[in-house]
């Protein structure tokens, strides 16, 4: 079955950059988008990005645009995000997501704490 | 962007009873060429991620119990659960995958 495996709990002082992953198994890597979504404390879902994970192309929101970059590796079927210049509002859990065009499989999230 | 909105914030409903869930768009996520809503429903439970429902606006996900359903086209969206059970008690969001990806502020299910 799909999954999608991200890495730990991060916790980055304000001005700081987070890089996280995420490890797909259970599909073929390179055929479908990576999207990455957070969500704030009491805050709606953000879009933040995609990945074609087959040719590397990427499309940022531009709530995002020159904060966050998203890359993989395709011979580790790994994605990640990473997001600089963090602030106290960056505090959220991170959720790497395959799209079907919907979101169909999540990883199980990474809760990034900003703080100083 | 297009703006998601849903109604009711939070609902508080009887075991066996049924629940309608509205998503309303800020415009059209229907696609005229195949006449498919962009829309989906989703699930979360506390210290969860997301759990897909419907696609499509009325497409029920592999697994997913099928007192759950979906409808709507153009703008209004309604998710309903046909007979509500103790699992069900969860927050449900919609999303639009039209023109970008945004999400409804999501509606807290609770039991009463």
Known sequence: ?116 | DIVMTQSPDSLAVSLGERVTINCKSSQSVLYSSNNLNYLSWYQQKPGQPPKLLIYWASTRESGVPDRFSGSGSGTDFTLTISSLQAEDVAVYFCHQYYDSYTFGQGTKLEMK
């Open chain 1, 1 to 116: 079955q799909v999954q999608l495996v991200q890495s730990g709990t991060e916790v980055k002082k304000p001005g700081a950059s987070v890089k996280v992953s995420c490890k797909a198994s259970g599909y073929t890597f390179t055929s479908y988008n990576i999207h990455w979504v957070r969500q704030a404390p009491g805050q709606r879902l953000d879009w933040m990005g995609w990945i074609n994970a087959g040719n590397g192309n990427t499309k940022y929101s531009q709530k995002f645009q020159g904060r966050v970059t998203i890359t993989r590796d395709t011979s580790a079927r790994t994605t990640y995000m990473e997001l600089s210049g963090l602030t106290s509002e960056d505090t959220a859990i991170y959720y790497c997501v395959k799209e079907r065009p919907w979101f169909d499989s999540w990883g199980q999230g990474t809760l990034v704490t900003v703080s100083s």
